[in-house]
């Protein structure tokens, strides 16, 4: 009778089932159907969230390269680089030898204030112990981060003194800075390094170019290289301060998306004076909407290599749990109409395109650049030739000259040798670097890695890396460039960014290249917009 009963249920439940009309049936019923019958009936135990998040990002997959999932827990980091800011510590710091280092405070922040020091080496956190527990950089985070007021107790040691230092700090908004350098290269020309397109950028850039201005600035290099983007908006108002009039700074437009043009529409800070814009490969996005208004409407030159090659809008949609999807919602083109992304229908093809590139020669070579008539456009004052479909390629190509890296000085710099080095170093010498060099010129202009420095520091790397043997070939080869970023971290950790770009500038190609453009006047044979 009970198994009657089964079969009866089975055969009701199978004309039910082929009643409906698969067509009526929703994608999202599908889908939670899906993850029922796993949950369900799956012979092992599943993480239904885990499933659905990798089902998200397969799904987004098969749009474009650029839609994208963000877990809740990346979220907020993500959106903090979006701000340009966030809730901490105000601390740089870095992890050695499983010991959380103080290398710099952020000026301002809580840490300053109460007297926290660049050296000091954190043990605990709130009554935990953190030293010597395999403590990694999230971890640090997930810690010194919170709560805006909110409050947390670090213990610290110090150098010199016996007994532990204990801080109860408050929490504040740390800011992110997106100009990583700005200072005059010569008595004419300035300099600003912008690392991203933030909430905070404009009034950043404007603070420089003031600043610059003041210093006797007659022309500009505006360095985007690695700058792989941000917000749209930023951009917009960014290229504003560069473009006179209403002139049209970008465009966009897709499925559901209204064409919308974004122009310049008030007196910007640098309308007048000459302009270079330095580009390499990983300059993406929002540093490709300004290299391409500015290229298009011929108000400056674009030096560097060509452009990653990024024209899709994406838009982040916040979902319940507090995760988010970056949809694409709209393609966007130049002034002249050009539309610069690459092509995206193969996704291997798309990840693998930068290696491709380096493997065509195209990092050493403008030659090895091809790019098709159909693509071909002119700029708006002087009609010269650009391209779209796959990057801003620049009016001056500078080819990425790796003579100098050697494999040996590849695994200095992976393995973290001269990062570790010179926080070990510093943390001894502070005091008498800060004697010796008491502003950064002097550092810049008498500091030099001798003998005794170098011997000091591969000792550092034998004793904490015994595997690696020095290469003595492969050292001459890179000494110079070695020595340079030596130089660099010491200058970062006891001034900041700024002052590591004045001392790495000198190995810039792309930056040496556009200071000759300016001072041999060929610049101005291009007969550019002001």
């Known amino acids: 009778m009970k198994l009657t009963l089964f079969l009866l249920g089975l055969l009701l439940s199978s004309s039910l089932f082929s009643q409906i009309d698969p067509s009526k049936i929703s994608t999202s019923y599908k889908f939670e159907e899906i993850i029922n019958n796993i949950q369900r009936l799956y012979v092992d135990p599943v993480d239904a969230k885990k499933l659905t998040e990798s089902a998200i990002v397969a799904m987004l997959e098969e749009l474009d390269p650029h839609s994208t999932y963000i877990s809740a827990e990346d979220a907020n980091e993500a959106q903090s680089q979006i701000d340009g800011s966030f809730v901490g510590i105000g601390i740089r710091f870095q992890i050695v030898k499983?010991?959380?280092?103080?290398?710099?405070?952020i000026p301002?922040?809580?840490?300053?204030k109460l007297g926290v020091l660049a050296g000091d080496q954190i043990l605990m956190v709130d009554g935990i112990n953190i030293a010597g527990v395999g403590l990694k950089n999230n971890d640090v985070r997930s810690k010194l981060m919170g709560e805006l007021g909110s409050k947390v107790l670090i213990q610290v040691i110090r150098q010199n003194l016996r007994n532990p230092l204990k801080f109860t700090i408050v929490r504040d908004k740390i800011p992110i800075f997106s100009v990583d350098a700005s200072y005059m290269v010569t008595p004419e020309i300035g300099y600003i390094k912008l690392n991203s397109f933030s909430r905070t950028t404009v009034e950043e850039v404007q603070n420089s170019l003031k600043d610059l201005k003041s210093k006797g600035m007659k022309q500009l290099i505006f360095d985007l290289q690695g700058n792989g983007g941000g917000l749209l908006d930023a951009a917009h108002h960014l290229v504003d301060e560069f473009?006179?009039?209403?002139?049209?700074?970008?465009?966009?437009?897709?499925?559901?998306?209204?064409?919308?043009?974004?122009?310049?529409?008030?007196?910007?800070?640098?309308?007048?004076?000459g302009l270079i814009v330095l580009t390499d490969e990983y300059s993406a996005s929002a540093s490709e909407i300004f290299s391409g208004a500015i290229q298009d409407w011929d108000r400056g030159l674009v030096v560097g290599r060509r452009t990653f090659g990024k024209g899709l809008v994406q838009r982040p949609i916040v979902l319940a749990d507090g995760s988010q999807i970056r949809l694409t919602i709209a393609r966007y083109y130049t002034p002249t109409g050009r539309f610069i992304q690459k092509p995206y229908e193969d996704n291997k093809e798309y990840k693998n395109d930068l290696t491709q590139r380096y493997l065509n020669g195209e990092f050493q070579n403008a030659d090895s650049i091809k790019f098709p008539d159909s693509l071909k456009f002119l700029t708006l004052k002087t009609k010269r030739t650009v391209y779209g479909g796959g990057g801003i390629m620049p009016d001056i190509f500078v080819g990425l000259d790796t003579s100098d890296i050697t494999d040996y000085f590849g695994d200095l710099v992976r393995g973290g040798h001269i990062n570790n080095y010179i926080i070990t170093y510093i943390n001894k010498n502070r005091a008498n670097l800060k004697i010796t060099y008491p502003n950064f010129s002097i550092f810049k202009n008498k500091f030099i890695c001798d003998d005794v420095f170098m011997d000091d520091f591969f000792a550092y790397v034998s004793k904490e890396a015994p595997d690696l043997l020095f290469n003595e070939k492969e050292y001459l080869i890179s000494k110079k460039m070695l020595q340079m970023r030596l130089r660099a971290n010491i200058a970062q950790d006891l001034w900041s960014t700024s002052e590591s770009y004045q001392i790495y500038n000198d190995f810039n190609e792309a930056l040496q290249k556009a200071v000759v453009l300016y001072k041999d006047k060929t610049y101005y044979n291009f007969k550019l917009d002001k």
């Open 108 to 112: 301002g922040g809580p840490s300053e």
């Open 243 to 273: 473009l006179s009039g209403d002139k049209l700074i970008v465009y966009s437009e897709g499925r559901s998306q209204p064409r919308s043009n974004l122009r310049a529409s008030r007196k910007g800070l640098w309308e007048d004076g």
């Open 98 to 105: 499983d010991t959380l280092m103080v290398i710099a405070t």
